[in-house]
């Protein structure tokens, strides 16, 4: 792991490997660590990057809330701290999807493709919106435990929990370890995060979309529409998996991305 401060906070990232860079952006309320079936594995090829967001894993904040614009320029400093000067692939779940979504939006030139893994162009509704705020404020209350017991069946596949449960738990021990600012900050950002569904006819970038096909949170009907949207998108789903696909199916999902990043440089040149 690497630390960099920046202005007054310190990010921790994973940056492993050499070549076209590529940017991992993890989940909420997890950490770089749901990406491990892919760090080692894509480091072969590509510069891997995987931060831990402002206030999640062992990055710093001290801020109330977090917005999706704030993550995303966090990114785009990272990017300048490691003098990264070639545009990157950046691969959100998520949460980091909604992050991906300014990122395009915001630092355009820093952006050569996409991969949107189990995430979402529209809005919370105004019902979830403010359910995110209560939960922010039993968060800071009670801490992260009573996340897992809501969140673990929502993320992952039936077959995975069954099949699969060291990655079930390494994950419910992330939360369980997540820093309640940091969550409660990101639950508000999220409550307060814009609907973008407008922007995805203008995103020319090639994109690969990933969907878990059990995805309970961003269900594969809704991602296919993101992709139909998307002038340049393939779409992909990952069978038996749920919301965290990637880390469920590394070795389909880094399939996907290898081809996907393999064509889209033969068809761009980039
Ligand atoms: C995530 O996996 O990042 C969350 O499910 C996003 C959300 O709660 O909308």
Request: hydrophobic share 45%.
């Amino acid at each position: 792991m690497k630390t960099l401060a920046i202005a007054d906070t310190k990010f921790h990232l994973v940056d492993q490997g050499s070549g076209p860079p590529l940017l991992f952006v993890h989940g909420f309320p997890l950490d770089h660590q749901m990406w491990l079936g892919q760090i080692d594995a894509l480091a072969d090829e590509y510069r891997v990057l995987a931060p831990d967001l402002r206030g999640f894993g062992e990055s710093e904040s001290s801020l109330e809330v977090v917005s999706m614009e704030r993550y995303a320029d966090d990114l785009a400093s990272i990017l300048d701290a490691l003098e990264v000067d070639q545009p990157v692939s950046l691969c959100g779940l998520s949460m980091g999807g909604y992050v991906a979504w300014q990122f395009w939006k915001r630092h355009a030139r820093k952006l050569d493709k996409l991969i949107l893994c189990d995430t979402r162009a529209v809005a919370d509704s105004t019902e979830a919106a403010l359910a995110r705020r209560e939960l922010a404020k039993d968060v800071l209350a009670q801490g992260t435990s009573m996340l897992v017991e809501a969140m673990i069946p929502k993320l992952f596949s039936s077959k995975s929990r069954e099949k699969k449960p060291d990655i079930v738990e390494a994950t419910s021990a992330v939360i369980q370890k997540a820093n309640r600012m940091g969550v409660a900050a990101a639950l508000r950002g999220m409550a307060d995060r814009p609907d973008v569904t407008h922007w995805l006819r203008q995103i020319r970038v090639p994109t690969l979309v990933v969907c878990g096909e059990e995805d309970a949170i961003s269900v594969v009907s809704e991602m296919g529409e993101i992709a139909d949207q998307l002038p340049q998108a393939t779409f992909t789903v990952v069978p038996d998996c749920g919301h965290m696909a990637p880390l469920e199916d590394p070795a389909f999902v880094n399939r996907a991305i290898r081809d996907f990043l393999r064509e889209a440089q033969t068809e761009t040149g980039s």
